[in-house]
């Protein structure tokens, strides 16, 4: 089984994404992501969201290596929000620094996952 660094290196391939611009966008040093394969280490929690943001990858895949690697990957209807309550959400995600707007994406990611949410979507 591949580890979360493991996964990261990967998904930075599939995606053209090199380390160097990963470890800008997080602001850390160019040798963050090197040190993480050759200490056989993962990323801090705290870069977690940020680093599936960035490159575009589903946080659940990220964390665990199951289900789809992008996010953008076809997922049924359960609810559609109300205009007003999109609204009231884009309202709040508007005023939330660029960092903290990642984490809510990825929470939202995670809320999404059936397997977090502790129920599974059966198709009708």
Known sequence: MMSITERLLDALRRKNISQTQLCEHL???TSTVSNWKTCDSDP???LVFPICEFIGINITWLLTGEGEMSRNAARPVIDVPTPEETAELRR???RLPA???GKVVGY???L????VCGF???SS
């Open 92 to 94: 709040y995600f508007d």
């Open 27 to 29: 602001g850390v040093g």
């Open 108 to 110: 939202a990611q995670l």
């Open 112 to 115: 999404e996952d059936d397997e």
């Open 99 to 101: 960092f903290k707007r």
């Open 44 to 46: 801090p929690a705290k």
């Open 120 to 122: 599974r979507q059966t």
